[in-house]
């Protein structure tokens, strides 16, 4: 298995939601807090970010290179270790909700900066937009749990979200 970076999410309105990638056209034309409403209806809003800034989006491949998970690490600024604390490990934790991907492709941006333009073909394509390898389905999402210790105490800590696309239903 090896790990790429597939993407990256700009948020500026503090918000990454995780859809069916159709979803981000269909809702587009609405106000702001419906458009949030249609998202958290048909979608997931990810907890635990820490504002505004640039999210990297990491993909699992398998060996034939197919698309196995991807992850969404939240803690972008990452923690600090005080005196007391040992290695860490990031390992997958609950399962949160099931994404139902009608289209196939999984799209995970911004709700209000979603779009490139494309000048080679007319209007515009969904930003950080993923083919499910399973095809249309419901594919889960867990958080990812940082583990440390500090204090000799054992810390867990929301590192942020996985979602697995071998599982396809």
């Avoid at 991907?101 to 993923?130: A, H, L, M, T």
């Amino acid at each position: 298995m090896s790990s790429k970076n597939i993407g990256e999410v700009h948020v500026d309105s503090g918000n990454i939601v995780v859809t069916d990638s159709i979803n981000f056209h269909k809702y587009s034309e609405l106000e702001f807090e419906e458009m949030f409403e249609r998202h958290k209806e048909n979608g997931y809003l990810l907890d635990h970010l820490p504002g505004d800034g640039i999210y990297p989006i990491t993909g699992n491949f398998s060996v034939n290179e197919v698309l196995l998970n991807i992850q969404i690490p939240t803690m972008i600024y990452g923690f600090q270790y005080e005196e007391d604390t040992s290695s860490s490990s990031i390992v997958v934790g609950k399962k949160i909700t099931d994404i139902n991907c009608r289209s196939g492709f999984i799209g995970i941006n911004d709700p209000v900066n979603w779009k490139i333009y494309q000048p080679d073909k007319e209007g515009y394509e969904v930003w950080n937009s993923f083919e499910c390898p399973k095809g249309p389905g419901k594919y889960p999402i867990h958080e990812m749990i940082l583990k440390y210790k500090k204090n000799n105490e054992l810390v867990d800590e929301v590192y942020g979200y996985i979602i697995d696309l071998t599982t396809g239903m």
